[in-house]
């Protein structure tokens, strides 16, 4: 079966540090790939998406960046961190048939909190 | 995509059937109805979706009426670990730029009491 995991589960960082967030899946391939954010009280925002290894859209412009450097490795970095970027990061995987693109499938998440 | 109204609270009785409603009035021919979950402080989780007809799995069923307008989700026999915001979302699924980007509303709050 399919696992994803994320880490850490939690991060507390200051204000212009660097981020790094880790996701990878396990018991499939060639998985579409894809980093939301939750902020606090508010709904899910799509933040990057992958079809395949070094590809990448970004959904929004924003002071974070992600990359693919292996089939089911998915990270989301940054290298100045601002307090707008707290919330609930959330990875998840789904197919890449079209039928299957809007079940996906969510890893635990990782808390972010930049004082 | 189509926009989805739900009820933003309901309780439901451990061992009881918990129906779920949802609107989405504006539903277009190619859009499907999917559901999804999110317990507290976990990730979201996939329950199920549909088009037209009627759908069931293992974890709950899905009733979609004749003229599409409104759904209703189906959790047979509610545990207290269904506990969760249950989201209701209008997709569609013939590519374009919507497809594989998921968009939660405020959902319904769903408590299963003992």
């Known amino acids: 079966s399919q696992t994803i995991h994320q880490w850490p589960a939690t991060l507390v960082q200051p204000v212009g540090s660097p981020l790094s967030l880790e996701c990878t899946v396990e018991?499939?391939?060639?998985?579409?790939l894809y980093w939301y954010r939750q902020a606090a009280g508010r709904g899910l925002q799509l933040l990057f998406y992958s079809v395949g290894i070094g590809q990448i859209s970004s959904e929004v412009p924003q002071n974070l960046s992600a990359s693919r450097p292996q089939d089911r490795q998915f990270i989301l970095s940054s290298k100045k961190l601002l307090l707008s970027d707290s919330g609930f990061y959330l990875c998840?995987?789904?197919?890449?048939?079209?039928?299957?693109?809007?079940?996906?499938?969510f890893g635990p998440g990782t808390r972010l909190t930049v004082l | 995509d189509a926009k989805t109204t739900q009820p933003p609270s309901m309780d439901c009785a451990e061992g009881r059937a918990a129906n779920l409603p949802c609107n989405h009035s504006?539903?277009?021919?190619?859009?499907?109805v999917y559901w999804y979950r999110q317990i507290h402080s976990q990730g979201p989780q996939y329950i199920i979706h549909?088009?037209?007809n009627n759908e069931t799995n293992e974890m709950a069923s899905l009733i979609i009426t004749e003229d599409r307008k409104s759904s209703t989700l189906i959790l047979p026999h509610a545990t207290l670990r269904d506990t969760a915001v249950y989201y209701c979302?209008?997709?569609?699924?013939?590519?374009?730029?919507?497809?594989?980007?998921?968009?939660f509303g405020q959902g319904t709050i769903l408590t299963v009491h003992p």
């Open positions: 018991g499939t391939s060639n998985p579409n």
């Open positions: 504006t539903i277009s021919g190619n859009e499907y």
């Open positions: 549909g088009l037209k």
């Open positions: 979302i209008v997709l569609t699924n013939a590519g374009g730029t919507s497809y594989g980007k998921l968009t």
């Open positions: 998840a995987w789904s197919g890449t048939g079209r039928a299957t693109y809007n079940e996906q499938f």
